[in-house]
């Protein structure tokens, strides 16, 4: 029993001393020059709140438009925003600085919450629109939600690109020298929208 507890306590441990050191997947630094063609589109952009979530996670999906929220299908990404495992890009607030290679085309952007182990079922969720040419390297600012670990899907959204850019220069001198225009997205409604 005591050897039990014993390799209980230590895979506890572990876990508690692992807490905010994994990898951002979209970090600027892993991102390779190849991706940028003339077949694909890249964007930047930040996600950040006030607080790191344990419970109600929120991330950034990025979605084909006309693709179904829940689908699995037209999903290009999942941007962390303010989930605790993944250590902060900035000092400020928690939040991440994201560069994702894409088909060109229509997206939208639109916040998911995890608690826990599963994803959360929400009934009304804003959507961004925005659209990207092959070749374009774009910046499509910063998505903030202020209210931290709410559940409201509220956000904020600012042009960030000094801030954005200083980062990028540090992480990838390449991708950011590529950077080219602003694109801020279009707020257009309901990804989802249950309550009609």
Known sequence: MKTRNCVLATVVAFFLASCGTLHNRYDPADFQAA??????????????????????????IVKQAGSDYYDKAGTAAWLQVSG???KSDFTGHHGYLHTLSINPGSYYLAPRWINDKYILKATR??????RVGP???????E???????????????????????ALLRERNPT????????????????ALDVGK
């Open 35 to 60: 991706e940028v063609t003339r077949e694909s589109a890249v964007i930047v952009l930040s996600t950040g709140s006030p607080e790191s979530c344990a419970k109600n996670a929120m991330h950034l």
């Open 84 to 86: 605790y495992a993944v």
């Open 125 to 130: 969720v804003p959507k961004f629109d925005f």
């Open 135 to 141: 070749g374009e390297v774009v910046y499509l600012g």
């Open 143 to 165: 998505f903030f939600t202020p209210e931290g670990c709410g559940l409201s899907g509220k956000f904020e959204i600012a042009d960030r690109r000094a801030r954005d850019l």
């Open 175 to 190: 991708l950011a020298n590529a950077l080219g225009a602003t694109r801020m997205p279009v707020v257009s409604g309901y």
